[in-house]
């Protein structure tokens, strides 16, 4: 179908003309990504055997998780990132050599000193990299995404890695149904440059609410709870606790559908203009309200919570990755990555393919 414009012809200066070829050169690109998950899988009829009071049936119903992947003992979130940023650097035809700045979201960083980012740059054999971890829990990709946006627009950086990785099998109390059933682990990566050509970001957007910190809240091993002792083992503070599952669900929806809605209307966009939600993955109900909310069908959510469960920070760039390789993404699509943690956390990107 030809579409005809009726408007009068229109003749821009050549500074006009140079201006808006310096938007689309100023903008921020995705060279590549990539991802990785252990090969251990841990089914719902394995949480069973393990002794946990629950069945295959439950957990679907409840959380749409049918398995999770689980790192080998020896293997840590650095070796996770490493393995997902090589992918992303093999897509994007680069080395380790060619990135200035490595930012690495984790809430199961290796150690807490040095930064988890740090270990990554040895991993990787990047010393020219500067090296720094992002603590935003589940939104910590995207918030890895803000950041990078911001030092690319500077130009103080010419390209950016972007990971997010977690252990968090490694944080959770394998009693607690209500909680081990959800998790498990892996990372995702992306690199970020300024640019005119390929996927774009067009915006990122991110909050927090440190005054509701504590419905999703992982309180020991700060300094609040250090040195480790008997007793904190024994009272569970060291494993993650979520303090009112309702409420932190009925919030996430609403910062879900939030997040949502500010990077459509910053755009200038609408709902039904975008191809894919590629969302943190958490709860397969929740993203069917957030559906049913916004009027969309469930179909446009891109999902692997079904075979990794909750990856925290990593989920939704695993996710990303993978719709990339299946080729459900195609040129031209409008993707929307909407995320919420804890913290609290949320915040979401809008990527034009």
């Avoid at 109390?173 to 498990?184: P, Y």
């Amino acid at each position: 179908m030809v579409r005809q414009n009726n408007s009068p012809t229109c003749y821009l200066t050549d500074s006009e003309s140079l201006f808006l070829e310096s938007l689309k050169v100023d903008s921020i690109r995705i060279l590549g990504t990539g991802s990785h998950v252990p090969p251990k899988r841990l089914t719902n009829l394995d949480l069973g055997k393990i002794g946990l009071d629950t069945t295959d049936e439950w957990i679907r119903k409840r959380t749409g998780v049918g398995e999770r992947r689980i790192a080998d003992s020896d293997v840590t979130a650095a070796d996770l990132g490493c393995a997902a940023s090589q992918k992303a650097l093999e897509a994007a035809g680069l080395t380790a050599k060619d990135i200035d700045l490595i930012i690495m979201a984790t809430i199961t960083p290796d150690t807490c000193c040095p930064s988890a980012a740090n270990w990554l740059q040895a991993k990787l054999d990047a010393p020219q990299a500067v090296t720094f971890d992002v603590t935003a829990a589940c939104s910590g990709f995207i918030f890895g995404l803000n950041i990078a946006e911001q030092y690319l627009k500077n130009k103080t950086y010419q390209r950016v890695l972007v990971v997010a990785s977690e252990i968090m099998t490694r944080t959770l109390n394998w009693k607690d149904r209500s909680t081990c059933i959800l998790w498990g682990d892996g990372s995702g990566a992306a690199i970020l440059s300024l640019g005119a050509d390929g996927p774009q970001i067009l915006s990122t957007h991110i909050h927090t609410d440190g005054a509701s910190g504590q419905n999703l809240l992982l309180p020991g091993g700060g300094s609040k709870t250090t040195p480790i002792s008997h007793e904190s083992v024994d009272q569970g503070l060291h494993t993650l606790n979520m303090i009112e599952a309702s409420l932190s669900f009925r919030v996430a929806v609403r910062h879900f559908i939030g997040a949502i809605n500010e990077a459509l209307e910053f755009n200038n966009l609408n709902v039904d203009d975008v191809n894919w939600f590629i969302p943190h993955q958490a709860n397969n109900r929740m993203f069917q309200n957030i559906a049913k909310s916004l009027k969309i069908p469930f179909e446009r959510f891109y999902l692997t919570l079904q075979k990794y469960g909750n990856i925290s920070s990593a989920s939704c760039a695993i996710s990303l990755d993978e719709a990339i390789r299946d080729g459900s993404i195609q040129a031209d699509d409008l993707i929307c990555l909407p995320v919420f943690g804890g913290g609290l956390t949320w915040g979401s990107a809008l990527i034009r393919w």
